[in-house]
């Protein structure tokens, strides 16, 4: 029969091998002579796998820190990202609206310069309306600017040919019906008369 080298009792082993077993850490130890004690190498082992144990357990930690780290990253950039974004639509908006208001008030600022030419031309509602219409042609907007295309003089001139004379009830490109006849030409005879030259 052979002896087992490592036991956690000494029932089963017959009594007169028992002064053969050295009690250890782990139970009874076969004393051998030419057999090294292998107690250290396992406490070193065992040593070793803890050792790797708690290594394995903090890199799994950095691991998920690391993991957590590169989420927030990525959010954070995607928060970036959209007000960005948002940032960019919000200026383009703003700029469209400016160039809205921008366009309006030079279409109002048109509006009073044609409507403030008509009124030095004539009082007649009718022909007023008509100047402004037809004179709104010679008001240039560029940008900010809102100028006359031609000197007011030239215009006035122009538009003359719809406007009554004050003096003599005749405008300036010839009021009267032509037969010697000064009764006052309609709007639609003057108007046929203009487009007729």
Known sequence: MALKLMVENLEGIDAAFHSLYEKSDEGFRLSVDGLD??????????????????????????ERLRDEAERKAMEENGRFKELSERERTDKLQAQSKYEELQKKVAEKTRDIMVRDLAQSMTSDAVELDIIVRFSADYVSIEGEEVKFSKPIEEIKTEMAKFVRSKANGTNDGGNTKGNGDTTPKTFKERQQAHFKK
Not at 37 to 59: F, H, I, P, V, Y
């Open 37 to 62: 004690d292998a107690s250290g190498l396992k406490t070193a082992l065992q040593k070793e796998r803890e050792s790797n144990k708690e290594a394995k357990n903090k890199l799994s930690e950095l």
